[in-house]
């Protein structure tokens, strides 16, 4: 657990610096680091998008992940839960910007087979290089949303915590291997992608009504691998 453990600390860290760096820039720079998040969501998105397209088992799965997803999101109103909760908070922007962070910390090879690297081998190579990653990018997103980004680190810890367990006590069944990576990683990189559109206010996608789109693709392999 170590590996996920820093990595953790690496946000809360990196969203320390970037809560100082705040208190000396101006809303000019701010808008500009706006933007830069909301285009490196859209760049980020597209790459891990079109990386594992190619990769994919059912071409057509993320298409249904979307649909099914979706119709679940915005069945239980998941966007409006929260930003009604938010609003009570005085936490509204924040809550944009740990949906776009949270997603880029949490959906790619690092932070998905990091974990299972680390419980069934030791090997905690990917989780250190993401560690690196993530504390760039937590401080430039705590210098354009504030400190509140550090919570961005305990859903890292949930996360990947939970991905450790799971490849500890299963011993790395084959339903964490390749495929089910790369759907997840397909619909990943488009929640990613409409993150980026909301910061950069071109389009608000309410990409929380989309998480549930992530299970799909676990569900698919879950029933594939009991019907088999």
Known sequence: MIGTITNATCIVIGATVGTLLKKGISEKYRTALFNAMGLVSLAIGANTFMQNMPKSEFPVLFILSMAIGGVIGYGLDLKGRVDSWAERKGMSKLMEGLTASCLLYCIGTFSIVGPILSALQGDNTFLF??????????????????????????????????????????????????PLLNEMCIVGGILIISSGLSILNIKECKTLNYLPALLVPVVFYLAKELVM
């Open 129 to 178: 290089t993401n560690s690196t990653l993530d504390l760039v990018t937590s401080a430039v997103f705590a210098s354009a949303y504030g400190f509140g980004m550090a919570l961005a680190g305990l859903v890292v810890f949930a996360w990947q915590g939970s991905i450790y367990a799971i490849a500890y006590f299963t011993k790395g069944a084959a339903i964490m291997q390749g």
